[in-house]
């Protein structure tokens, strides 16, 4: 860093320090999100009062909005869907029976190096802790992140048990975010999965393309366009809105860089469970050059009980879809069931017994 902010003193900046600049602006972008609740209302022309159940403290787990993301939402409007995801609410301290901290057993399925063997040929390596947002249904709020990841000791470990297993043809990363990972760390993580002979693909869940966008550099899309694996990135959109001109542009060059854009979705009260939404996101994906692949039933972590839609209306939801759509714009409906190796359709989950709606 030091050369170069010699170099800036120069009276013709050289082209390497205009570029670094660039492919760095996300940190900054980060380091500015929206971390108190009153300074986004305020962004948005809202008092609190306008919100009755405002949580401004939310000690547990903190309001995180990056500026890109807030400034996709309506001002004005309290009942924005973009708002309503990230605004910490009174409602998430009531206990609600069926809502539990680990609604999907990843606790249970952990092996103590951040690498969950949950999905038959699958194994999803949590990279990091952190996201660029937090999600107030996040199922994953209550998740133990400082026990788990980063530290050397732990990816070691966990690259040896994926180099020990054949059956493991697709390594996910997951999180947190692994795009929080600079593109240093990122890079030493692909070239130790590129060393493993039986790995054919990597998968990435991230949703920073749609809430950060300064995030996908060139130098990214470079870095993942040069693993041999063949890579998937799913992000996670839930709402049409949410894909402004940023996001499109930065899924744009993730196809360019011939990955395999996926989305998955949450069914969420209050933001998409309304047939027209749910046809616009479709759409607006499409456009954005990914495909929908899962829309999620709620994973029942405390704290998101006024999130949850019951599964007669989200069955309703996915028949109006299907009805609307082209079959390859229809994403699954589904939902995670504990200690079950796949998502299970919501169609047959009354067969399995759902716990709660
Ligand atoms: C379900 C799930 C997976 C595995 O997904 P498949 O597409 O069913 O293989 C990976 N990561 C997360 C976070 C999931 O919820
Ligand atoms: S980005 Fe994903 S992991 Fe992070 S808070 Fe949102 S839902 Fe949870």
Redesign the pocket.
């Known amino acids: 860093m030091v050369p170069r902010s010699i170099a800036a003193c120069q009276t013709t900046t050289p082209e390497p320090f205009r570029r670094s600049e660039r492919e760095t602006a996300w940190k900054h972008d980060l380091a500015e999100a929206y971390r108190q609740a009153d300074d986004l209302l305020a962004a948005l022309g809202l008092s609190p009062e306008a919100i009755p159940d405002l949580d401004s403290a939310a000690p547990g787990f903190r309001m995180l909005v990056p500026r890109a993301f807030a400034a996709l939402m309506t001002p004005g409007d309290p009942r924005d869907p973009l708002l309503r995801q990230v605004l910490p609410l009174g409602a998430e301290r009531l206990s609600v029976a069926g809502f539990s901290r680990d609604p ?1 057993g990843d606790a249970s399925a952990d092996v103590g190096s951040g690498l969950l063997r949950k ?1 038959a040929g ?1 194994a ?1 390596l949590i990279v990091t802790g952190g996201c660029a947002v937090h999600c107030r249904y996040c199922f994953r709020r209550h998740f133990p992140y400082a026990a788990l990841g980063e530290t050397p000791d732990r990816t070691a470990v966990a690259m040896a048990s994926i180099a020990e297993d054949p059956e493991i043809s697709e390594v ?1 990363l ?1 999180g947190g975010d692994p795009l929080m990972l600079d593109d240093d760390r990122l890079g030493a993580l692909l070239e130790r999965l590129h060393e493993i002979p039986h790995l054919k693909r990597l ?1 990435i ?1 991230t949703r920073l393309p749609v809430v950060l966008p300064s995030r996908v550099t060139d130098a990214l899309c470079r870095l993942l366009a040069g693993s041999h694996l063949a890579t998937i990135l ?1 992000v996670h959109a839930n709402h049409p809105s949410e894909l402004g001109a940023q996001a499109e542009d930065a899924l744009q060059r993730l196809g360019r860089a011939h990955l395999t854009l996926l989305n ?1 979705s949450v069914l969420l009260s209050g933001v998409n469970d309304a047939v027209p939404t749910l046809v616009a996101l479709s759409e607006r994906l499409f456009e954005c050059g990914v495909l929908p ?2 829309l ?1 039933q709620l994973d029942l972590v405390e704290g998101a009980a006024h999130f949850a839609v019951s599964d007669a209306q989200a069955l309703r939801l996915g028949e109006a879809l299907r009805q609307r759509l082209p079959g390859y714009l229809v994403p699954r409906l589904v939902r ?1 069931v504990p200690g079950v190796g ?2 299970i359709p919501l169609i047959d989950s009354a067969r399995i017994g759902s716990p709660l709606l």
Do not use: G
């Open positions: 999907v999905y699958r999803l996910i997951s998968r869940h799913v998955q692949y899962y999620h995670e796949s998502k």
